[in-house]
């Protein structure tokens, strides 16, 4: 705040000029025909057994600019040369990380990253969003994020959680299921169970009604309370339905009832068939 009033200069501008640029950012420095002629000579000598320790780029690289001959290679030997140094990059193993130092690896990596997405941000006027999520429950870290203030606002105008909120249910989900992002969320379990089974319900239908040709402007809503008749119309059935007469899922009330329909849909128990002709025929009767 102090240099924006000295120098009578926005604080928006002022913080452009300090992230103008950033090393992870920057192109990579091109290998010269030069380094490329050193490193292989240092093989040559490392596999003839000639080295003199840390000394040796050194030496190497004061023998080659004294004799100069580097200089009289061909554009064939210079290109091959090149294309070596190239193939030798993109060859060499990357480098393990043993899983007591991910969490290490991960904050020194995101360490070097936070900053670059921060001067981004500040040199384009571009928003971001990022989350970084564990695998498994064992992962020894947690999930990671940063957002814009416009996508901060429209996460909560649009699905009422925060950014840090929105990763942190996906880090849950993808180390424990539902189950997981009930525990982080604190959501009653009825309530995204009673969710989760109307969404499956609605997805497969859609799905089988797509392969007959129905648009996604033709396509029906479930009809839970007037099923047989939904039935007639579209040639479709919902079987396995677990718990007598096929109602809305926001009216079963019990969580040992809408966890059996769960399973069922997930396990593919529950589903969508189409009925023959004979079958549909024999329905409209």
């Not at 604080?11 to 030069?34: A, N």
């Not at 319900?201 to 402007?217: P, Q």
């Amino acid at each position: 705040m102090q240099l924006t009033f000295c120098t009578n200069s926005s604080l928006e501008w002022m913080s452009k000029q300090f992230f103008l640029g950033g090393k992870l950012l920057k192109s990579s420095r091109k290998v010269s025909v030069f380094n490329a002629v050193v490193r292989r000579e240092i093989a040559k000598r490392k596999e003839n057994g000639i080295l003199d320790g840390r000394k040796t780029l050194a030496i190497v690289s004061r023998e080659l600019k004294e004799s100069g001959e580097w200089k009289n290679l061909t554009q064939d030997e210079e290109d091959d040369l090149m294309e070596d140094i190239q193939v030798e990059n993109m060859s060499k193993a990357p480098i393990k990380i043993y899983a007591k130092d991910v969490a290490t690896e991960i904050a020194k990596t995101m360490g070097n990253i936070d900053p670059e997405i921060i001067g981004l941000e500040k040199r384009t006027g571009c928003n971001v969003f990022w989350g970084l999520t564990r695998n498994t429950s064992n992962d020894n870290f947690g999930p990671r994020s940063y957002a814009s203030d416009p996508v901060k606002n429209a996460c909560l105008a649009l699905f009422k959680l925060t950014p840090e909120q929105i990763v942190v249910n996906i880090d849950a989900y993808i180390a424990s299921g539902v189950e997981g992002v009930i525990r982080t969320s604190g959501a009653r379990k009825t309530t995204f169970l009673k969710k989760e089974i109307r969404d499956m319900i609605r997805t497969n239908m859609e799905e089988i009604l797509n392969k007959r040709g129905v648009s996604a402007t033709e396509m029906p809503q479930v009809a839970y309370h007037n099923h047989e008749r939904f039935v007639c119309a579209w040639g479709i059935e919902l079987v396995g339905w677990t718990e007598g007469a096929i109602t809305n899922p926001g009216e079963i009330t019990s969580s040992v009832a809408l966890r059996r329909l769960h399973n069922a849909l997930k396990d593919g128990l529950c589903y969508w068939r189409e009925l023959t002709n004979e079958e549909l025929t024999a329905r409209k009767e």
